[in-house]
């Protein structure tokens, strides 16, 4: 098992930035693909970045490209969020997210393990 704990969200304007993090313990040797999805208030959750093992390929949804960088340390067993140019519409429950697959399967929601969510709002 896996477990996945999140920390940075909180309140912030827009046009502001914000790091998350999210810290992996437990039997991480199976991990490839890390990231994060975000599900806002009455919507699905939704895909937003995804990092490969070797950090060597990235993926982000069309609505955060160049605006949020996705990185990770695995001597660390962490990823991160950078999250710059906040908007309104980025307010959400992030979630960190960890799968075995590569990131086309971490995409289509191929998840091993979830963290418990850390909220990201982002006032007008």
């Known amino acids: 098992q896996v477990q996945l704990v999140e920390s940075g969200g909180g309140l912030v304007q827009a046009g502001d930035s914000l790091r998350l993090s999210c810290a992996a313990s437990?039997?991480?040797?199976?991990?490839?693909?890390m990231g994060w999805f975000r599900q806002a208030p009455g919507k699905e959750r939704e895909f937003v970045s995804a990092?490969?093992?070797?950090?060597?390929?990235?993926d982000y949804a069309d609505s955060v490209k160049g605006r949020f960088t996705v990185s990770r340390d695995n001597a660390k067993n962490t990823v991160s969020l950078q999250m710059n140019s906040l908007k309104p519409e980025d307010t959400a429950v992030y979630f960190c997210?960890?799968?075995?697959?590569?990131?086309?399967?971490?995409?289509?929601?191929?998840?091993?393990?979830w963290g418990q969510g850390t909220q990201v709002t982002v006032s007008s």
């Open positions: 997210a960890a799968s075995r697959d590569i990131i086309f399967g971490f995409k289509r929601n191929a998840i091993d393990y």
């Open positions: 437990g039997l991480t040797f199976s991990i490839n693909t």
């Open positions: 990092i490969s093992w070797s950090s060597s390929n990235t």
